[in-house]
Every structure is written in structure tokens, then in C-alpha cells.
């Protein structure tokens, strides 16, 4: 072959790529455009799909208040008359001093006085050291 007949095929062929390389060109174009609306047309769907559930949700939400003020706005039903209250057992009385003096008295009544008295710590106290710190 000679050297012009090979140049003549060499620019046929770049020809024949350049004009696929266009048409590669064109396809990838139209492709991504192709693409880009359906993303678009997802994006738009998934948008409506959101919305129609906020608006259900929001309509929920309506529909349990209007519930709720109903039920704050119903007049309270009738109440059975009140029970006779209980009647209360009679107070200990406290015990008589003995020679035990507050040794006699119970954990209880040693508090109350030392509360009374204003000795600090009483509450956490034992008897034998609230009858110490009254002492």
C-alpha cells in the first residue's frame, strides 16, 4: 500500500469516529436529559406522597382536638353524694410520766420534743440518742 492511499483511509476513518463521537455526544445528551426528568418526576411524586401525608396527619390532628374539646366542654356528670366520712379512731393519749421519764416514751414523742426544741439531726436519730440530746 502505498503512503497516500493510507492517509486517505486514515481520514476516512477519523471522519467516520468524529461523526460517532457526535452521535455518542448527542445520545449521552438526550440520556441525561432523560434522567433528569425522571428524577424530576420522582422528586415531584415523592413530594406529593408527602404531602398528601402531612395533610392526613394535620387532619388527624384536627379531628382529635375538636375530641378533646368536647370532652373538656361536656358538663361533668353527677356525682353519688359524698360518703359520710369515716369515723376517726380516738387519739392515744400520751402515756403518764413514770420514773422511766422519757425512756417511756415512744420514738415518736422524742422526735416531736426535740423538734420542739430545736435540737438539729432529730429526725435521723435513735431513741437512746434522742434521750440523750433531751436529756
Avoid: F
Amino acid at each position: 500500500m502505498g503512503v497516500k492511499k493510507l492517509l486517505k483511509q486514515l481520514q476516512q476513518d477519523v471522519s467516520r469516529l468524529t461523526g460517532e463521537v457526535r452521535g455518542l455526544r448527542k445520545d449521552t445528551a438526550k440520556n441525561a436529559k432523560k434522567t433528569k426528568d425522571s428524577v424530576k418526576a420522582e422528586v415531584k411524586k415523592e413530594a406529593a406522597k408527602t404531602k398528601a401525608a402531612a395533610t392526613s396527619a394535620k387532619d388527624e390532628i384536627k379531628t382529635e382536638a375538636k375530641k378533646v374539646k368536647a370532652d373538656v366542654k361536656k358538663p361533668a356528670a353527677t356525682k353519688a353524694p359524698a360518703k359520710a366520712p369515716a369515723k376517726k379512731a380516738p387519739a392515744k393519749k400520751a402515756p403518764a410520766k413514770t420514773a422511766g421519764g422519757a425512756a417511756a416514751k415512744s420514738v415518736a414523742e422524742l422526735r416531736a420534743e426535740a423538734k420542739a426544741k430545736g435540737i438539729k439531726g432529730y429526725s435521723t436519730m435513735k431513741k437512746a440518742e434522742l434521750i440523750a440530746a433531751l436529756g
